[in-house]
């Protein structure tokens, strides 16, 4: 049923183009103007540039956000069209509705994140120290996370308008406050603190462990299954938000 549930997802995804092109469209047209963004800057042959940084970075950040957005949207309709109630009628167990809807939407977020990191190596020549499969990895668990976010806050929401309003609740703050724009260690002690606890920071310390190391780290293991723990946690969070009976 969980397979049979992805499937179904999958085969709704490749008929709304505009979704397809959201998720691997997008984040690749963003990270190119993240790279010109910095194009013109001029630094001594020994220090690296700016897109290193930032645009690995935005390869974790970009996923995550676009991820939310679909799948918070997408699930919305399911629950407001009557689609889930119906689904929940059948013998259908709530785990495979909702693990359905991960795997689905996993998929497209690996692809995303294929596609974006292959665009920042080999058109705009990312330059780290790490492997570029670790950056996937990385890419994929947070775009993951997007979509179990999503799936999450869609039980909250009545409307399209109001699913989106989740963004500067949710996703923004984690933006500011996992390390991207100050270090978390120059933010005073309530920020540093909530910064310790969101999802976010935990991907970008594994990156910048990949950006400044060969082979991985302890460190980087360890925040990657932290926010693989996260995601499970927020998949059961989200399965308990499913009712089979409206009130």
Same mark, same amino acid.
């Given at each position: 049923?969980? +397979? /049979? #549930?992805? !499937?179904?997802?999958?085969? =709704?995804?490749?008929?709304?183009?505009?979704?397809?092109?959201?998720?691997?469209?997008?984040?690749?047209?963003?990270?190119?103007?993240?790279?010109?963004?910095?194009?013109?800057?001029?630094?001594?042959?020994?220090?690296?540039? #700016?897109?290193?940084?930032?645009?690995?970075?935005?390869?974790?950040?970009?996923?995550?956000?676009?991820?939310? +957005?679909?799948?918070?949207?997408?699930?919305?309709?399911?629950?407001?069209?009557?689609?889930?109630?119906?689904?929940?009628?059948?013998?259908?167990?709530? /785990?495979?509705?909702?693990?359905?809807?991960?795997?689905?939407?996993?998929?497209?977020?690996?692809?995303?994140?294929?596609?974006?990191?292959?665009?920042?190596?080999?058109?705009?020549?990312?330059?780290? =120290?790490? @492997?570029?499969?670790?950056?996937?990895?990385?890419?994929?668990?947070?775009?993951?996370?997007?979509?179990?976010?999503?799936?999450? &806050?869609?039980?909250?929401?009545?409307?399209?308008?109001? /699913?989106?309003?989740?963004?500067?609740?949710?996703?923004?703050? =984690?933006?500011?406050? &996992?390390?991207?724009?100050?270090? !978390?260690? !120059?933010?005073?002690?309530?920020?540093?603190?909530?910064?310790?606890?969101?999802?976010?920071?935990?991907?970008?310390?594994?990156? !910048?462990?990949?950006?400044?190391?060969?082979?991985?780290?302890?460190?980087?293991? =360890?925040?990657?299954?932290?926010?693989?723990?996260?995601?499970?946690?927020?998949?059961?969070?989200?399965?308990?938000?499913?009712?089979?009976?409206? @009130?």
């Amino acid at each position: 049923m969980t +397979l /049979a #549930t992805a !499937r179904r997802v999958l085969g =709704q995804l490749r008929h709304d183009r505009r979704s397809i092109g959201l998720i691997l469209v997008v984040p690749a047209l963003l990270l190119a103007a993240v790279y010109f963004l910095f194009e013109n800057e001029s630094l001594p042959p020994a220090i690296p540039r #700016t897109f290193d940084r930032v645009g690995l970075m935005m390869l974790a950040i970009f996923p995550f956000v676009v991820m939310f +957005l679909v799948t918070s949207i997408t699930m919305l309709r399911e629950r407001t069209s009557g689609t889930l109630e119906r689904l929940l009628t059948t013998p259908i167990h709530k /785990a495979d509705l909702l693990f359905g809807y991960a795997i689905a939407f996993s998929i497209m977020a690996a692809l995303q994140s294929l596609v974006a990191t292959a665009v920042a190596y080999w058109i705009f020549e990312l330059d780290i =120290q790490g @492997s570029p499969g670790y950056v996937v990895m990385i890419a994929v668990i947070n775009a993951v996370l997007g979509v179990a976010l999503g799936l999450l &806050c869609s039980a909250f929401a009545r409307t399209e308008f109001q /699913a989106v309003q989740f963004m500067p609740v949710v996703v923004v703050p =984690q933006i500011l406050l &996992c390390g991207l724009f100050v270090a !978390r260690d !120059r933010m005073n002690d309530v920020l540093e603190a909530i910064s310790g606890v969101l999802p976010l920071t935990f991907s970008v310390d594994a990156l !910048r462990e990949i950006a400044g190391n060969t082979e991985p780290t302890d460190t980087m293991w =360890q925040d990657t299954m932290v926010m693989g723990g996260i995601v499970v946690v927020v998949l059961v969070l989200a399965s308990l938000t499913l009712r089979r009976r409206t @009130s």
